[in-house]
């Protein structure tokens, strides 16, 4: 069977293109499409029922930064995104049809089983914000085909995440301590950090964060030396809900630091051992004074 239609001179092609190609028409055949390439290789046309395209500028970037025993499931999952994405009438790789749907996700990094699969961002060393569409990740090789880099995508994702919705502010108390309550429809509350003094006032050392969960933030101003035991009251509470994360940030400058506090058990007493970052540290010298 002739898979492959091009108009291109063969000796202007890369040995890992001729493979890729190869590939490509392997995996469209076992399911069930013809495949024709487009003469500039930047596209497929599956066949065999319906005519699907299936663009391929981010996958041969991410083919070439992957090793070769990677490629059979990049390319399996990237023909089998497009003929799902076919059924919804949606190019994930045409940026001007999906830049309207980009979002983000706050995760954990153990929640993530392959970060080289995602497109995202670190907001520190055990949260990443990561880029989608819709209610799913956006893969790198589809981010590739866009005209603008992966950071400029996420600002557009950020800047819809803000025009989407204004998160609900509510004042609680955990055990006795006052803490405000913001919540939101989607899971990109984490998102809205950069927005907190739109929603409450936030002294210049910032405020104490709690994610337990990606649609809720829990804040705390650090404004005072009454923050030691605030930090005492997020910390369980965020352990208690088992979600997002079960530590406390700290929100100062546009960064979410991690405030490392540990639960510990001694003597028949619970206890919290906290190492908080020296910045942080500086702070709490300031305010004890």
């Known amino acids: 069977m002739n898979l492959f239609k091009r108009d291109r001179e063969p000796s202007r092609r890369s040995i890992e293109d001729i ?6 028409g392997l995996v469209a055949e076992s399911m069930g499409h013809t495949c024709a390439f487009a003469a500039d290789g930047a596209s497929l046309t599956l066949g065999g029922g319906r005519e699907i395209l299936v663009r391929l500028t981010g996958l041969r970037r991410e083919a070439g930064r992957r090793a070769r025993e990677d490629w059979p499931m990049l390319v399996s999952e990237h023909l089998a995104h497009a003929v799902a994405a076919a059924d919804e009438l949606l190019d994930v790789c045409d940026l001007d049809q999906v830049k309207p749907l980009l979002r983000t996700r706050v995760e954990s990094v153990d929640a993530v089983p392959d970060l080289t699969r995602v497109v995202g961002r670190h907001l520190n060393g055990d949260l990443v914000e990561l880029l989608t569409v819709g209610s ?24 819809n995440v803000r025009q ?3 998160l609900e502010v509510e004042s609680i108390e955990l055990s006795g301590t006052p803490v405000t309550r913001l919540t939101g429809r989607t899971p990109a509350a984490a998102t809205h950090l950069r927005w907190l003094g739109d929603h409450l006032p936030v002294p210049g050392d910032g405020a104490l964060v709690v994610l337990p969960d990606p649609y809720t933030l829990i804040v705390h101003p650090v404004d005072g030396i009454g923050v030691v035991r605030a930090l005492e009251r997020l910390r369980v509470h965020a352990a208690r809900t088992d979600g997002l994360s079960p530590q406390v940030y700290w929100w100062h400058e546009d960064r979410l630091t991690l405030i490392r506090a540990d639960i510990v058990l001694q003597d028949g007493m619970t206890r919290l051992v906290v ?15």
Do not use: M, N, T
């Open 164 to 166: 989407d919705e204004r």
């Open 136 to 159: 799913r990740a956006v893969r790198p090789e589809e981010a590739g085909c866009w005209p603008v880099p992966s950071a400029e995508a996420l600002e557009l994702a950020v800047a």
């Open 19 to 24: 493979d890729l190609d190869s590939l490509l």
């Open 275 to 289: 190492a908080p970052p020296p910045e942080f540290a500086r702070v709490l010298a300031r305010l004890a004074v």
